[in-house]
């Protein structure tokens, strides 16, 4: 079975004809999509783009087959963070709980760990000194080894997060970062426009081998 993962949207940052033209080429059986996936930056209102949101993506994939997740910036700084809960609560996605998903040895989070500013402000220091040394990866290798710890995820467990805009794989975590459609917004000059395909059994991953990363243009 294939499963196609796109993270941090920020409709209507990140194109949605893009959206629907991947979901189109790939074809897939299920489809996750791992928060972020709206922007209030323009000062819409967060319930009327999230409803937006989710109508677009009904009409070209059914939510019955669908993992769709909040990230941090689809609900926390909302001042309607309640009606948008309540609108998750709502759809009829094959997921339940809107802040991590389990199934078969896969874990769908969108990967803000970050519960303090500080720790978030040393995560951004950390990630300008390791990009600058080449070392894209260093950042998103804390992240999932912290998300693991945070998720209680077992050893044989694959996870995947968004929250980075990182497009890329940590072997050491065995996390796979999911990318962005949002143009404006990059993994710190790294290109990270892209999404991530899985071949599963039941939503259960044999490796890292069929887990693939396809980039997006540029």
Request: hydrophobic letters at 40%; glycine letters at 8%.
């Amino acid at each position: 079975m294939k499963l196609l993962i796109i993270s941090d949207l920020h409709y209507p940052l990140g194109s949605m004809d893009e959206a629907k033209r991947i979901i189109r080429k790939e074809r897939p059986d299920h489809v996750a999509f791992l928060g972020d996936n709206i922007d209030t930056s323009s000062g819409a209102s967060a319930l009327s783009l999230y409803s937006k949101f989710v109508g677009e993506i009904s009409a070209s994939f059914p939510l019955r087959r669908t993992i769709m997740l909040l990230g941090d910036g689809d609900y926390l700084f909302q001042a309607d963070r309640k009606k948008i809960l309540n609108y998750a609560n709502s759809l009829k996605t094959m997921n339940r709980n809107h802040v991590v998903y389990r199934k078969g040895n896969m874990v769908f989070f969108h990967g803000n760990v970050e519960r303090y500013r500080n720790l978030e402000r040393l995560g951004k220091h950390v990630v300008t000194l390791s990009v600058s040394f080449g070392m894209h990866s260093v950042m998103p290798t804390l992240v999932g080894s912290y998300a693991r710890i945070v998720l209680g995820a077992k050893w044989h467990d694959f996870l995947f997060l968004g929250h980075l805009h990182f497009l890329g794989k940590s072997r050491i975590s065995r996390t796979t970062f999911c990318g962005t459609l949002n143009r404006r917004a990059r993994y710190f000059g790294k290109r990270s426009l892209g999404y991530v395909v899985v071949d599963h059994e039941d939503f259960t991953v044999r490796s890292m081998e069929d887990i693939k990363t396809v980039g997006a243009g540029r």
